[in-house]
């Protein structure tokens, strides 16, 4: 989207500002990552499309793409090994390209890359502290799109993303765990009931259970509760 250059830094702060909000009241995480992409493309100047490479379990997963090209880029990076977005992960910092076709940083990624009609990647590593959550990358068919402005623009606007995202995460894990917490809590229940244990001898045999089929505790405990039934 494309913005004039004369609005005033306290007009961005102010934007910075409600989009924050609008993060953090988000209900997940993937509502969460939607709310991003939207966000990036509707104030980042310049942006097109968005999407975002997650870090998940040492392994990237794109995520939130705005248009069906942002996918297409991503599977030639992973592809190749190359790219902004990857880069931006693996090496804390800000990348921006202003012409695919005369990049020579990526020369795998890039020519592949341009044939999808992109000319311009901003990509942004998303964290907080110490920890990487992945990359914002924003898209656009015009050769150089993102100004030096626009860089130091987007890198608040990925700060405010990168927080609202985390906050997402963390309390998503504090829904699995309680929801963990609960499943067992009946497959005990069950156990205790059908065969006369006491909360420690119920406990155990889910643990032996999980140990001899390979399986989570979680995923034995919910196989348990769901079969009830039929046990």
């Known amino acids: 989207m494309t ?6 830094p306290e007009s961005l702060s102010s934007v910075l500002g409600a989009i924050a909000r609008t993060l953090q009241a988000e209900p997940d995480v993937e509502t969460t990552l939607g709310a991003i992409v939207k966000a990036a493309v509707d104030h980042v100047d310049g942006a ?5 490479s997650l870090v998940e379990d040492g392994r990237i997963r794109a995520v939130a793409p705005t248009s069906e090209v942002v996918p297409m880029i991503d599977e030639i990076q992973h592809r190749t090994g190359q790219g902004p977005c990857l880069d931006a992960i693996a090496r804390h910092d800000v990348f921006r390209t202003g012409n695919l076709l005369d990049e020579r940083r990526w020369p795998a990624f890039a020519p592949d890359a341009a ?5 311009s990647m901003l990509s942004y590593r998303l964290f907080i502290l110490h920890d990487t959550l992945g990359a914002l990358n924003l898209y656009s068919t015009q050769v150089d799109a993102f100004s030096d402005r626009t860089e130091k623009d987007g890198k608040e606007f990925a700060t405010h993303a990168a927080i609202a995202l985390a ?3 963390t309390e998503a894990q504090l829904h699995a765990a309680i929801e963990s917490r609960d499943v067992i809590g009946m497959a005990k229940g069950i156990l205790m009931q059908r065969h006369d244990l006491d ?7 889910l643990v032996e259970s999980s140990q001899a089929s390979n399986l989570k505790l979680h995923d034995v405990a919910a196989w348990l509760v769901g079969h009830r039934r039929e046990l």
């Open 115 to 119: 044939e999808t009609g992109i000319r």
């Open 167 to 169: 906050g997402a995460q």
């Open 48 to 52: 097109e499309y968005a999407g975002i």
């Open 199 to 205: 909360p420690v001898q119920a406990f155990r045999l």
């Open 3 to 8: 913005h004039s250059d004369n609005y005033a």
